[in-house]
């Protein structure tokens, strides 16, 4: 039987009846059931999550709909190898992120055994010795420069100053230069930047308006492209993929999507899902040409390099109960993978952004991974890491993927607000979806990327 065949019929209890919601808590209040129809075509340019969830709503109001994907298969920025490990290792986006999420309710409602919460110790690298982060906060020798930190990250909501960089903030409130990598790893990197390139205001517009909670999951035996596959098997069948767009036309009564093949696809609306990098890129061109606002606001917004590792050891070298390891300076964050999805091997992962991954980026795969293992034998001494390692990796650095440019959008100086601009319609024509145009604090997530398909639904429904 065919596979997409058999989801469909286990996501059914009797005919037509989805065991998938159609609102999920995370929403925002609008009844998006409240009788609403569009009865014309819409095509969704991008096969990611904002792409497959706003198909499935549209269809559910009445919309003829197609979707085009410029690459060879549908997921986007989440992409996981089935290869590597006896688990799905994610590539891309790889936690999900707060409880009162879209992307979470999709997880507890198809697979709750899946879900796991991260709850191992986390170790800091500070001159030169990895500490606990109750170390960091307790120890009296500290003076109190550890707690600071940490709570610095609770208060961006409330910061009382004008801009300035992330990196500026941490030197105006004296930060011990000793922390800074810390500082870097645990906000800059964690956002897809480093703490030069993160802007305070924007910082602050992001958490006043997060909602979705602090706590983090992962699936401890499937990827999470196929919690999609399971909530939405017809939409994938809508799914062209090698359709790379290059021209939107959208001056005429109808809108116009030209590929690069020169296919000519005409729709009543058009909902645009791609990543920022290839707005940024210019690699789709409007006629009429993008308001200037609009134009702004994509070269406001942040987004850079992104590399993720994997590493494979023969036996572990790190201590029991170890979820992240963070301070480094090739890598800012590591990751103990493995740990909750397999007894049986040893991944360590990593996530380099921002200026790291420039670094990563100027060196072969190889050098880059000799480089990456002397840094874990200066943090770990004495434990034998190079004997340990299996010598198989995974390098995935999404700068060089043509149809993505970098890895996700981030808050950066003067792009408070910009967002929104982003997310604009343009004529009630051409709509706007993915992480970037969230402007609801969750950019740069999975679950800001099905807001935002939410949201953009919701005006082609008003249009």
Request: glycine share 8%; hydrophobic share 40%.
């Amino acid at each position: 039987m065919n596979r997409r065949k058999l989801i469909r019929q286990l996501g059914t209890v009797g005919p037509g009846i989805l065991l998938f919601p159609t609102l999920f808590s995370a929403c925002r209040k609008e009844q998006l059931l409240s009788g609403q129809t569009f009865n014309g075509k819409v095509i969704i340019i991008g096969a990611g999550a904002a792409g497959l969830y706003a198909a499935n709503l549209l269809r559910k109001h009445g919309a003829e709909v197609i979707i085009l994907e410029a690459s060879a298969s549908s997921g986007g920025r989440i992409r996981a190898n089935t290869t590597f490990a006896d688990y799905p290792f994610e590539l891309g986006a790889d936690k999900l992120r707060g409880k009162r999420s879209i992307f979470y309710d999709l997880a507890a409602f198809h697979t709750p055994a899946s879900l796991a919460p991260y709850s191992g110790t986390n170790y800091y690298l500070l001159d030169g010795v990895l500490r606990t982060e109750y170390f960091l906060k307790e120890n009296a020798g500290l003076a109190g420069a550890g707690a600071t930190l940490f709570q610095v990250l609770e208060s961006f909501a409330s910061y009382p100053g004008t801009e300035m960089t992330v990196a500026e903030y941490f030197n105006e409130i004296s930060l011990e230069h000793r922390f800074l990598k810390i500082a870097n790893a645990l906000v800059g990197n964690d956002l897809g930047a480093d703490n030069a390139a993160l802007g305070m205001m924007a910082m602050k517009e992001r958490a006043s308006l997060s909602a979705a909670g602090n706590d983090q999951f992962f699936l401890n035996n499937r990827s999470y492209w196929s919690l999609f596959e399971m909530a939405f098997p017809d939409e994938f069948d809508l799914v062209q993929v090698n359709k790379v767009v290059k021209k939107i036309t959208y001056s005429n009564q109808q809108t116009q999507v030209e590929t690069l093949d020169g296919e000519i696809f005409k729709a009543a609306r058009v909902l645009l899902t791609v990543p920022l990098g290839v707005l940024k890129n210019n690699d789709i061109q409007f006629d009429p040409p993008l308001p200037s606002a609009k134009a702004t606001a994509i070269q406001k917004i942040g987004f850079g390099k992104g590399i993720r590792i994997a590493l494979q050891f023969q036996q572990p070298f790190w201590a029991d109960n170890t979820d992240l390891i963070m301070g480094g300076t090739l890598i800012p964050q590591y990751e103990v993978s493995s740990t909750g999805r397999s007894s049986a091997q040893f991944i360590l992962s990593g996530t380099a952004m921002g200026e790291a991954a420039e670094t990563l980026s100027a060196m072969t795969e190889q050098e880059a991974v000799a480089k990456i293992i002397t840094e874990l034998n200066q943090m770990y001494p004495g434990t034998g890491v190079n004997s340990k390692f299996s010598q198989q990796y995974l390098f995935q650095n999404w700068s060089n993927e043509p149809f993505f440019h970098g890895s996700f959008s981030y808050p950066s100086p003067g792009s408070e607000y910009q967002r929104s601009i982003l997310a604009a319609p343009i004529a009630n024509k051409v709509f706007f979806a993915g992480e970037a145009s969230n402007d609801n604090g969750h950019s740069g997530t999975v679950n800001g990327a099905m807001e935002s398909a939410y949201r953009a639904v919701l005006e082609i429904l008003q249009s």
